[in-house]
């Protein structure tokens, strides 16, 4: 397969029974890794952005195909394999917050987000037009996310003061308490009926 010098194709493969053999060309930029299950090729824009990934297995063929604006920023990706394709577009503001998301399979459109931020560029709601699921998000003083609610159904989220989860209570379940060591670093899951450490 031919490759440019502004593309790399990266192949890598999967098999508990192979090694792998790789090889490289520096001139064509071209990094490959070949086994016998899965079969992955990655090509790169000259700015190095993912253009296409490629996946080969025994099921067959996906396609992934990634669009990037101006400022390197993903705006929508096309999977295509034997049932037919999935196009994801995504709209953003001017400093790239993501305001619309639209899937589409074979033509036929799946979902249609919207999203809504606050001045301080927190997310406040989304919006799907097509199932007309709203989901909103509520935030603290110190802009930690506190509590989402979907079609009437809230899940809250309290963060302790170094901004860590501390009590996760999902809708109609009972509170769940986590705690940390000094490094951070979760040790305890608490709930009514047990202690997880």
């Not at 990706?77 to 993501?98: F, I, P, Q």
């Not at 097509?130 to 509590?147: C, K």
């Not at 309290?158 to 989860?165: G, K, S, T, V």
């Amino acid at each position: 397969m031919p490759l440019s010098l502004t593309s790399l194709l990266l192949t890598l493969a999967l098999s508990a029974s192979a090694s792998p053999t790789p090889r490289g060309d520096v001139e064509a930029r071209d990094i490959a890794q070949s086994l016998d299950a899965l079969r992955i090729e990655l090509s790169l824009h000259a700015d190095r952005n993912r253009q296409q990934e490629i996946r080969r297995d025994s099921t067959g063929t996906q396609t992934t195909d990634y669009a990037i604006d101006q400022d390197d920023r993903l705006i929508g990706s096309t999977v295509t394999d034997a049932s037919g394709s999935v196009t994801t577009t995504y709209t953003l503001d001017g400093v790239g917050n993501r305001t619309q998301e639209v899937i589409q399979r074979n033509g036929s459109t799946l979902s249609d987000i919207t999203y809504h931020y606050q001045a301080q560029h927190r997310l406040i709601d989304t919006h799907d037009r097509v199932s007309g699921l709203v989901t909103e998000y509520t935030y603290d003083d110190r802009g930690q996310l506190i509590s989402e609610t979907t079609n009437g159904q809230t899940t809250t989220y309290r963060p302790n003061a170094q901004d860590r989860l501390a009590t996760l209570t999902l809708p109609g379940a009972p509170p769940v308490d986590y705690r940390y060591d000094p490094e951070g670093k979760r040790i305890e899951r608490r709930t009514t009926t047990e202690v997880t450490r």
